[in-house]
C-alpha cells in the first residue's frame, strides 16, 4: 500500500492551495483518512481527518480555513487549504487506515509534501 501526496508548494500569506493524496496496491476499503503536519522543530500535530462517511473533524487553527473533502472510489482524499498563513508552513503528511484483506485495519503514511507560505 502507498500513499502519495501532490500540492504543495510556495503561496503568499492569504492565499489558497490544495493538496491530495491517492492511495494504491493492495486495497479492500479505506476508514479514516487525514492530513498532518510537522513544523521545523515541532512534533507532528493534526490537521483535519475525514471518516469513511464523510464525517469530518478540524484543529481549531485550521477551522473556518481548510477543508478535508475524499473520494472513495478513487481511495483519495484531499485538503483545501484557503487564507494560508505563515504558521501553516509545514511538512504535510496524509494518512489513512486501509484493509488489504482479513479482519484488521492498518495506519499508512505518505511520504510528506512541503507547504511553505511566505512573502
Known amino acids: 500500500v502507498q500513499l502519495v501526496e501532490s500540492g504543495g508548494g510556495l503561496a503568499q500569506p492569504g492565499e489558497s492551495m490544495r493538496l491530495s493524496c491517492a492511495v494504491s496496491?493492495?486495497?479492500?476499503?479505506?476508514?479514516?483518512m487525514g492530513w498532518y503536519r510537522q513544523a521545523p522543530g515541532k512534533q507532528r500535530e493534526l490537521v483535519t481527518t475525514i471518516n469513511n462517511a464523510g464525517r469530518a473533524n478540524y484543529a481549531d487553527s485550521v477551522k473556518g480555513r481548510f477543508t478535508i473533502s475524499r473520494d472513495n472510489a478513487k481511495n483519495a482524499v484531499y485538503l483545501q487549504m484557503n487564507s494560508l498563513h505563515p504558521e501553516d508552513t509545514a511538512v504535510y503528511y496524509c494518512?489513512?487506515?486501509?484493509?488489504?484483506?482479513?479482519?484488521?485495519?492498518?495506519?499508512?503514511w505518505g511520504q510528506g509534501t512541503q507547504v511553505t507560505v511566505s512573502s
Open positions: 494518512n489513512a487506515d486501509v484493509n488489504s484483506g482479513g479482519y484488521s485495519y492498518q495506519d499508512y
Open positions: 496496491g493492495r486495497v479492500f476499503s479505506v476508514a479514516a
